[in-house]
């Protein structure tokens, strides 16, 4: 899942595809790159951000997942307002990507099942203003697949299709870079939700701490592309549906060398014999 962000202060690359024609551009290098899914949003959830009117982030994004949809690409609208959904697949939309897993919004999940989209859920503790003062857990790994095994439980309830549902960890949403961790070294563990898990680091910050001194500064957003590569050989190694990258490039080479491997190990009837 390659990101498009039409926005002018997303924390990786804020104002860089902000005007119609250059997200347009760019989602179409995203899908020459070897993206399967382009996920275009126009609200930024990076810690703190302030959210754009419905009026806006329509202006954002719904011109973008027109063009992009033309030209035959598989498109998520990263989305949690129910109205930008809906215009989302009205205009072409195959899937919608709500970080808040409906929670945002109440006419989110009733719209979607009547759509009959896949719809990605993560787990969500609160809008970007408060997040970070909801990263309290006594155990990360246990509380966060309790919280997702609840709400999975209200979506198929509330008419979201099993086959159609997703689910998200929410790496950097009411975590710390500890936390952030702790799920990365339990992926295998997220197959017991029952449903394709997306996992999202790319150009997080707990990556960009990793090898800088405490009284130093993270590295760049756009410098993180190396550790978030990792990240996603991690995902496909423990067997995860889909990452969402912003460096499409080199996260399908990498990719390349783990189906590689894969397409060379022995059978269960080879390690029997």
């Given at each position: ?43 930024s959830t990076r810690p703190g951000a302030e959210r754009?009117?419905?009026a806006e982030e329509l202006r954002r994004v719904i ?211």
């Open positions: 899942m390659g990101v498009v962000n039409v926005t002018p202060d997303s924390f990786s690359d804020g104002g860089e595809w902000f005007e119609p024609e250059a997200a347009i551009a760019h989602g179409l290098e995203v899908l020459a790159a070897g993206a399967d899914i382009v996920d275009v949003g126009g609200e754009p009117s419905v011109p973008v997942i027109e063009a992009l949809s033309r030209q035959g690409a598989v498109v998520s609208v990263d989305t949690m307002r129910a109205e930008v959904a809906g215009a989302a697949v009205d205009a072409g939309a195959a899937i919608v990507n709500d970080v808040s897993g409906g929670l945002a919004d109440p006419e989110m999940v009733p719209l979607v099942a009547r759509a009959g989209r896949p719809f990605v859920a993560m787990h969500w503790r609160g809008h970007s203003t408060q997040m970070q003062s909801r990263a309290v857990y006594g155990n990360v790994v246990g509380e966060v697949l309790d919280e997702l095994s609840a709400r999975r439980d209200e979506l198929l309830e509330a008419g979201i299709a099993p086959e159609r549902l997703v689910l998200d960890p929410g790496l950097g949403f009411a975590k710390t870079a500890e936390h952030n961790w702790e799920l990365m070294a339990a992926l295998p563990v997220l197959h017991g939700l029952g449903h394709p898990i997306l996992l999202g680091a790319s150009r997080k910050t707990f990556l960009g701490r990793l090898g800088r001194g405490a009284d130093e500064a993270p590295r760049p957003a756009a410098e993180r592309d190396v550790e978030t590569t990792a990240t996603s050989v991690m995902a496909a190694m423990a067997g995860l549906w889909c990452v969402r990258v912003h460096d499409v490039g080199s996260t399908v080479r990498a990719l390349s060398v783990v189906q590689a491997a894969l397409d060379h190990a022995p059978s269960d009837a080879e390690d029997s014999d």
